[in-house]
């Protein structure tokens, strides 16, 4: 029980279905919850779990669910939709889960949309993952068959009703009230906030939105508590994590860790260290919306806290390795021509400036970049930042960027005194 999430789990081999996935102790925890817990005493578990989002934000779930509506006279129907819409780019922790073992999140979705008392709930996937689709429809419709979805579920009088959503393909969508607008047929565009979709999400009505990974933790704390669930961590932060590392390392992969393993830890010991005529010259810990962190903070613990304290973003806990024999102007450049691609276009300075940014970073690493174009794109970092601009589209682009003009500062002046790209021969 030191990996809940994926001890059952292995690459390679068929997911368990319905039957395999009871012998290992699946749906027990719904058995437990239906039989013997109210819908307020899931919360608080999970509130006093210290479990927090794994899509990036970081936030209490528990204190999440704590705001939709319970009295007699809630708005109804409630929903909970499972984000499945893994679209940040090195990220694919989710994945993992959703191929490897299907039931252990409908049975998360299930316990969590119990503890808000949601009669329906959608998965969200991400239009890319076609395996883990055909995977999802056979378990729902098992867990339908089983008598854990639909009317009366164990005899307790709770009903629930799920689906799958595969969406169209847009970053945007990992935005919650972009991924609502695209679930009612609309423009995956964010909503403005207040009204939270707590209180009006879906079609108006209370809505949570959780990440897979969240979801998946669901199970085994209603199973285990919450001692257990956070002895699981070597951090202030409970539970594991699904750390993963991309970038040319010689094990590329996703592991479960306790939350708090250091970078070095992943990138020398699970990854196997760089490739022979590499170096490490900077990571994004959290996917490609996170700032760069660097040689000096490999002994920084993967976790909320201490990550923030060095100056990035845990996110998703998916980490991308820039080598020293990568530009990193061409490396962000990279980055914004994607960001720039996926903006919804829904506010001025993201529709923008996001472009600009963009052309200006090419401009440099085609050699006809000025010394304006370094103070341009300080400036950018600002105006596309927190609060400037609808949603946190632009300011998450904006964090490798800023941070890669900190750190690699000379790698830019270079581009310009040189008047070319200087790691192209």
Request: glycine residues 12%; negative net charge.
């Amino acid at each position: 029980m030191e990996r809940p999430l994926t001890q059952y789990i292995h690459p390679g081999c068929p997911p368990f279905d319905l039957r395999e996935y009871q012998m290992t102790g699946g749906y027990a925890a719904l058995q437990k919850a239906l039989g013997s817990m109210t819908p307020k005493e899931v919360q608080q578990l999970v509130k006093d779990s210290g479990l927090k989002g794994r899509g990036g934000a970081g936030f209490s779930t528990g204190v999440k669910w704590g705001v939709v509506p319970m009295d007699d006279h809630a708005p109804h129907p409630k929903y909970l939709i499972a984000n499945a819409d893994e679209m940040e780019p090195g990220t694919f922790k989710d994945r993992l889960l959703l191929e490897g073992n299907p039931h252990q999140l409908i049975e998360g979705m299930i316990l969590s949309a119990y503890a808000i008392q949601a009669e329906v709930s959608f998965i969200f996937l991400r239009w890319a993952y076609k395996k883990a689709a055909q995977l999802l429809r056979k378990s729902i419709h098992e867990a339908y068959v089983a008598g854990f979805l639909g009317k009366n579920i164990l005899g307790s009088g709770f009903n629930l009703e799920m689906h799958l959503h595969t969406g169209v393909g847009r970053y945007m969508c990992g935005e919650e009230t972009a991924l609502l607008n695209a679930l009612e047929g609309r423009r995956a565009t964010p909503r403005a906030k207040p009204p939270y979709p707590q209180l009006s999400g879906l079609y108006g009505k209370p809505t949570i939105v959780n990440n897979v990974e969240t979801l998946c933790n669901i199970p085994h704390i209603v199973n285990n508590g919450v001692d257990w669930f956070k002895g699981l961590s070597n951090s202030e932060d409970s539970g594991t994590k699904l750390y993963g590392v991309s970038g040319k390392v010689n094990k590329p992969g996703c592991w479960e860790l306790p939350m708090g393993v250091t970078i070095r830890e992943l990138i020398e010991e699970y990854a196997g260290g760089m490739k022979n005529g590499y170096q490490l010259k900077g990571v994004l810990p959290g996917g490609a919306s996170t700032d760069f962190l660097t040689t000096e903070h490999l002994d920084v613990k993967m976790d909320f806290t201490d990550v923030a304290k060095a100056g990035s973003r845990l996110g998703t806990g998916t980490m991308v390795v820039m080598d020293d024999a990568t530009c990193p102007v061409g490396f962000v450049h990279n980055l914004q021509h994607f960001f720039a691609q996926e903006s919804c276009g829904l506010c001025t300075p993201c529709r923008e400036g996001l472009p600009w940014v963009e052309k200006m970073l090419l401009s440099l690493e085609q050699g006809s970049g000025t010394e304006q174009d370094m103070e341009l794109l300080e400036m950018h970092t600002h105006m596309l930042g927190p609060g400037n601009t609808f949603c946190a589209l632009a300011p998450g682009a904006m964090e490798p960027l800023q941070s890669a003009l900190k750190y690699f500062k000379d790698d830019f002046e270079k581009h310009i005194s040189l008047h070319r790209c200087p790691y192209t021969a």
